[in-house]
Nanobody, 115 residues
Framework: QVQLVESGGGLVQPGGSLRLDCGAS????????MGWFRQAPGKQRELVAQ???????NYADSVKGRFTISRENANNAVYLHMNSLKPEDTAVYYC?????????WGQGTQVTVSS
């Protein structure tokens, strides 16, 4: 059974930082491209950041220079370090594992940026 479990969301003031964690089980983690997506109310789910099995990263333009994705294959974990948070970063953040035709999602964690 595949499970992706996110943690680390919460309420933060504008300009603050958060780190999201995603732990995976039931997959050969090292071969998967791991990603973070987000969905704000009334909007479509969008890609935030991805990291391939080889460590190549890709970011949405809106988060470049502020967010950093990383992975630890030994711990089956992927992280999203978020700095200089803005109110428009408010969303439910989802962890994704993707390999060929297999794609798995976590349950999501809420991030709210507000003063």
């Amino acid at each position: 059974q595949v499970q992706l479990v996110e943690s680390g969301g919460g309420l933060v003031q504008p300009g603050g930082s958060l780190r999201l964690d995603c732990g995976a089980s039931g997959i050969i983690f090292s071969v998967y491209t791991m990603g973070w997506f987000r969905q704000a109310p009334g909007k479509q789910r969008e890609l935030v950041a991805q990291i391939t099995r080889g460590g190549t990263t890709n970011y949405a333009d809106s988060v470049k220079g502020r967010f950093t994705i990383s992975r630890e294959n030994a711990n089956n974990a992927v992280y999203l370090h978020m700095n200089s948070l803005k109110p428009e970063d408010t969303a439910v953040y989802y962890c994704n594992a993707d390999y060929w035709r297999r794609s798995y999602w976590g349950q999501g964690t809420q991030v709210t940026v507000s003063s």
